[in-house]
């Protein structure tokens, strides 16, 4: 069984810095894209950054480009998102997916390409 596991969420001030981890259990994390995304209540989930475990390629909303940074670690089965010069608007719930990708996009994956999720992590940032 699948299991992805959020955890690092937290309440930060502006211009300060959080880290997310994913941990996935019961997946192999080569074959596969991990992503992040958020969701404020009353609006649509949207993707924050994306990153294909077996070669490290990585993709970013424009929103958080230059201030977050995924990664992962294959032997650990676990992603991370470094999010820094965090600001108000990166308020959200913040949710992990996973799921095989046998091709590599460059733009953000949508959500039904993503057939497991973790449960979130709240993130909030104050000015």
């Known amino acids: 069984q699948v299991q992805l596991v959020e955890s690092g969420g937290g309440s930060v001030q502006a211009g300060g810095s959080l880290r997310l981890s994913c941990a996935a259990s019961?997946?192999?994390?080569?074959?596969?894209?991990m992503a992040w995304f958020r969701q404020v209540p009353g609006r649509e989930r949207e993707g924050v950054a994306n990153i294909y475990m077996f070669v490290g390629s990585t993709v970013y909303a424009d929103s958080v480009k230059g201030r977050f940074t995924i990664s992962g670690d294959k032997a650990k089965m676990t992603m991370y998102l470094q999010m820094n010069s965090l600001k108000p608007e990166d308020t959200a719930m913040y949710y992990c997916?996973?799921?095989?990708?046998?091709?590599?996009?460059?733009?953000?994956?949508?959500?039904?390409?993503?057939?497991?999720w973790g449960q979130g992590t709240q993130v909030t940032v104050s000015s």
């Open positions: 997916a996973a799921d095989q990708a046998e091709v590599i996009s460059w733009l953000l994956r949508p959500e039904p390409d993503f057939g497991y």
């Open positions: 019961g997946y192999a994390t080569s074959g596969v894209c």
